[in-house]
């Protein structure tokens, strides 16, 4: 079974941008309602937002070393993750869903 079809694990994509900044992008959540151009992701400072579906144009694959803080801050806070290297068609008819739910 895909992580993504249990409500409780939310799939996550970990990136780095040039400056070493990690960015947890949650392909499956919608970051506005806008579910085509973006997703919603979450950093350190700033924490929840919207991120454009274009970010893997801008960062690189983070490696486990370079997340592992930013995903103990995500599991305190209650998120059961799944880590996966990229969003896919069912992550994108998740967001859609949520979107068309409220």
């Known amino acids: 079974?895909?992580?993504?079809?249990?409500?409780?694990?939310?799939?996550?994509?970990f990136r780095c941008f040039p400056g070493g900044e990690?960015?947890?992008?949650?392909?499956?959540?919608?970051?506005?309602?806008?579910?085509l151009r973006d997703c919603c992701s979450?950093?350190?400072v700033g924490q929840h937002g919207s991120c454009s579906l274009d970010y893997a144009q801008f960062t690189q694959p983070a490696t486990p070393d370079e997340y592992a803080d930013?995903?103990?801050e995500l599991?305190?806070?209650g998120y059961r993750l799944e880590v996966v290297k990229r969003r896919t068609s069912p992550h994108n008819a998740a967001r859609l869903a949520e979107v068309s739910a409220t």
């Open 1 to 13: 079974m895909q992580a993504y079809s249990d409500p409780a694990v939310v799939p996550v994509i």
């Open 22 to 35: 990690v960015l947890a992008v949650f392909p499956s959540l919608p970051g506005s309602h806008d579910w």
């Open 42 to 44: 979450y950093q350190h």
């Open 70 to 72: 930013l995903k103990g």
């Open 75 to 77: 599991e305190r806070i």
